[in-house]
């Protein structure tokens, strides 16, 4: 049995019973949990609005052993993201944040820089206007952090560098191939251009400001989004 505190942000909740929710939570200090909290649907509740969606709060759970859903004594807010709920295009983007982190994470592994991803990723989404562009970049590290990097800077198979004209993606082994490697095999390809490839590595490594310096053109985020649909679909085993 133990009572702990952390940062959390709210995934999503769900009604439970008369006035209780089920809330899915990323902690910073025990990962992707399931708690309930008692009464938090009855209109004076003491959660308040600390456990809508994409809600940065500090939390306080009561585990009582890890086969029992955990319960919530307590949620304060950090921050509210008001500005995501103001606006349909922030909040379906702040939703497909949550939904690739609710997918990629097994309950209960910390995961500390997937916590600060998101925390600040939906505190770029209150602020930016290139909203496709911040949420690719978002499954691009969200997949680095969780150890599905993809390798792109030289060819899976001969191993040289990637400097074609063309080059593809294997969704199945997380990374590029040449185009004469790309012949000798079977399995699905995203077709990408080298300056997409460019772009993919990156975003890897670089700042949320840097990032939004970089240019991508429509042709560009199509196939960066091809590539991260096809590696989520065979990560996952289904589409996100
Ligand atoms: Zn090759």
Excluded at 56 to 66: D, R, T, Y
Excluded at 145 to 162: K, T
Excluded at 203 to 208: C, E, L, S
């Amino acid at each position: 049995m133990s009572l702990f505190e952390t940062e959390a942000i709210v995934l999503n909740g769900i009604r439970l019973g008369e006035a209780d929710k089920l809330v899915t939570l990323l902690t910073a200090k025990k990962g992707k949990v399931k708690a309930v909290a008692n009464g938090a649907r009855r209109p004076r509740s003491r959660f308040g609005a600390a456990l809508e969606p994409f809600t940065h709060c500090n939390v306080i759970l009561f585990e009582k052993k890890p086969t029992i859903l955990m319960r919530m004594n307590q949620a304060d807010i950090l921050q509210p993201f008001m500005k995501i709920r103001e606006d349909l295009d922030r909040i379906n983007a702040a939703a497909r944040m949550v939904q690739i982190v609710s997918a990629l994470l097994p309950e209960g592994e910390a995961n500390p820089e997937i916590f600060s991803l998101l925390r600040t990723g939906l505190g770029e989404v209150e602020k930016r206007d290139r909203l496709e562009w911040l949420v690719r970049a978002f499954e691009i590290r969200c997949l680095k952090h969780a150890g599905y990097q993809a390798r792109l800077d030289r060819c899976l198979i001969c191993h040289r560098e990637i400097d074609s004209i063309r080059v593809y993606f294997s969704p199945m082994n997380g990374g590029t191939l040449c185009g004469s490697c790309a012949r000798t095999i079977r399995d699905p390809l995203e077709p990408v251009s080298p300056g997409t490839v460019s772009l993919l590595r990156l975003v890897g490594r670089m700042n949320w400001s840097g990032l939004f310096r970089l240019k991508a053109t429509p042709r560009m985020l199509q196939e960066v989004k091809s590539v991260m649909d096809a590696h989520f679909t065979f990560i996952l085993g289904r589409p996100l």
